[in-house]
């Protein structure tokens, strides 16, 4: 026999040990009265033998299926302690963390954001900063404090050019002005890098009725935005709507004219 199926029958008789001598002899004497008191009906100290045995029969394989389930409960205890142990001391990929102040506000990230230089946290925490600013520098709500809300979140990301650009855009685009005709929402199609510092946008605004919430018209449009890592403004305004030192310092937008509705 080979080890392995040694390996294997010790497993087996550990769960479901075999019947001792004892258990043996004593299956073969309860099995002799029981015939004995078939033929003795009357013979009142057979009978008593013969219920004494069974009853002897019946608590060894009562004691011997506890102890199969107490070998069963011992492994499940020792696999659920090692599965335990296992998940306690296996290494996880800590997310990235920034301090908090006692407000909640976060603090010290522009020197957080210098440890993780040209890393794809970076990379991508650029891709959503572009998006956010998009939707919250293009639409337009209904409700006047979200609108302004919404341009000092876009003012605090942009710096040069692109904050020339950007007073152009709400001079000819007032949020105010146009929240009494119309509401802007933006949906973003794809975000694309197209070289380190340089992301494309693209996105597609509806206007609609703020009292019917009927869609007036579409519009595709398509931008380039380069941008810049830098530590936060000293400002607190500044510093509390642009905490990581994400700065946009160029714009170009322009309708998508391959996109038809």
């Known amino acids: 026999m080979s080890k392995l199926e040694n390996i294997k029958n010790s497993i087996k008789n550990w769960f479901n040990p075999p019947k001792t001598k004892k258990e043996e002899e004593l299956e073969t004497a309860q099995t002799e009265l029981v015939k004995k008191q078939l033929k003795n009906p009357e013979n009142p100290y057979i009978a008593t033998n013969a ?5 002897a029969k019946d608590s060894e394989r009562q004691l011997k299926y506890y102890l199969r389930m107490s070998r069963l409960w011992i492994v499940l205890a020792i696999v659920f302690a090692f599965l335990f142990f296992l998940s306690a001391t296996s290494v996880r990929v800590k997310p990235y963390v920034v301090g908090m102040n006692q407000n909640g506000q ?7 954001m210098k440890n993780v230089k040209d890393s794809e946290i970076k990379n991508k925490l650029a891709l959503s900063q572009l998006d956010d600013f998009v939707v919250r520098a293009i639409s337009v709500s209904p ?11 876009a003012y605090a990301h942009v710096r040069g050019p692109a904050e020339s650009y950007l007073q152009t855009y709400f001079k000819e685009n ?13 949906q973003i199609k794809y975000t694309m890098r197209l070289s380190p510092n340089t992301i494309k946008v693209s996105w597609i605004q509806t206007k609609k009725n703020p009292k019917t919430n ?20 000293e400002d607190d305004l500044l510093s509390r709507l642009n905490p990581i030192g994400f ?15």
């Open 214 to 233: 009927a869609t007036i018209s579409k519009q595709a449009y398509v931008a380039e935005f380069m941008y810049e890592w830098d530590t936060r403004a």
């Open 143 to 153: 409700d006047g404090d979200v609108n302004n809300d919404n341009k000092e979140y």
């Open 51 to 55: 219920i004494l045995a069974t009853m």
């Open 106 to 112: 976060i603090f010290d990230m522009s020197q957080s």
């Open 174 to 186: 007032d949020k105010r002005e146009i929240a009494h005709s119309y509401s802007i929402s933006v």
């Open 247 to 261: 700065y946009i310092n160029h714009i170009s937008i322009e309708k998508d004219k391959s996109v038809k509705f």
